[in-house]
Nanobody, 123 residues
Framework: QVQLVESGGGLVQAGGSLRLSCAASGRTFSNYAMGWFRQAPGKGRDFVGAIAWIGGLTNYADSVKGRFTNSRDNAKNTVYLQINSLKPEDTGVYYC????????????????WGQGTQVTVSS
């Protein structure tokens, strides 16, 4: 059974940091590119960043470049999103998703999604 489980969200003041985790099971994790998306209240789901299944290449939305960092630990079947210098506009539900041997461009169509973790940034 495929599962992607996000964790690490919470309430944080502007300027703070969080590290989100996405634990995967039911697949050979190392074969999957992993993406992060967020959905702000009343808005659609937007691409945040992605990390390649091989080589460690990453890609980020312009709005988060320099503040967000993707990493993965294939031994732990987990991908991480380090979020620094949080802003109120970063508030939303953050989702991870996977794509079998996929790319990291923003328009990638992902195979499976987690349930999300809430990040709330207070000003």
């Amino acid at each position: 059974q495929v599962q992607l489980v996000e964790s690490g969200g919470g309430l944080v003041q502007a300027g703070g940091s969080l590290r989100l985790s996405c634990a995967a099971s039911g697949r050979t994790f190392s074969n999957y590119a992993m993406g992060w998306f967020r959905q702000a209240p009343g808005k659609g789901r937007d691409f945040v960043g992605a990390i390649a299944w091989i080589g460690g290449l990453t890609n980020y939305a312009d709005s988060v470049k320099g503040r967000f960092t993707n990493s993965r630990d294939n031994a732990k079947n987990t991908v991480y999103l380090q979020i620094n210098s949080l802003k109120p506009e970063d508030t939303g539900v953050y989702y991870c998703a996977d794509k079998f041997r996929g790319g990291i461009v923003a328009g990638t169509s992902y195979d499976y999604w987690g349930q999300g973790t809430q990040v709330t940034v207070s000003s």
